[in-house]
């Protein structure tokens, strides 16, 4: 278990902090010079298509929420709608105008809130579900903003590495400053709900139950050709050379709150499936011969 308690108040305090530090980045702050564009393009153009539709994303993401939670409090209301969808949909704009810069098409974001959701969201009005949907919600983003956090720090080298020095002190590194606080965020708002034992063992049986069969990697939103796109993505990073060790990664949090009575377990093994899910299907279509679809 943490060592530290997490108090409603540090959560609310942190929130308001992630406002005043980091407003939404603007389009004019860009600097567009890119010295290569081809070269550019030819080692991260996937990269960054798939970032930029997961980014603008968001505005399902927003809706999910919604559904997921309808009693939202204030806090979680702060941080979606002041904090995170307006931070988070910028990230979005200025990488589909970068992927757009690099002679790329526009993002094709999904918006429309998938069936299990729905699903879900029907039964979230019942308060004991509305918690395991909580706490799912709170696990998927801690997962997944930690996936942001890695992805941005790899690409980050890599530009720097190429000399690009205006996509990444202008684009990359302004983005990658504001997801580690959308990280704390869901780490401590699950970190809280897991001190308080606001699940019962039951419910808690149930989020585990639901976690394994639901589980997926950021922006595949259950599809076969985004998990082999995010398999490719992952191979662009160099990722896929030690799943584990990203399994671990990603899993930290999901791992030491649900799963703390499985001793000596790293990660949940559900991640390094998905994760190994991705990465093959992103290795047979690189067999039919093309690398993206
Ligand atoms: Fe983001
Ligand atoms: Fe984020």
Redesign the pocket.
Known sequence: MPRQQITQSKIAEHVQRLGELYPPISLDSVDRTIKRPGVVARKFAHVIDYLARV?LEVDRNVLELLVLLPDADETNKTFYADVWQP??IQ?GLILDRLQQDLGRAAAEPQLEVSFPIKVLGALAHLKPIQDVSKLMYFLTGASTERQ?VLAYNQINRGMQELGETAISETIITP?KQ??PGHFAFYQMSATAMIQEKVLNSWQLFLTRVMREKSYHLVGTNRMKQYQADMGGVMADLGVDKDLEGYAREVGRVENRLLWAHKQGMEFPPYILKALKESVDLYRERLERGFKFA
Do not use: K, M, Y
Request: proline share 0%; charged share 40%; glycine share 0%.
């Open positions: 980014e931070q988070e990230h942001a983005i504001q997801e």
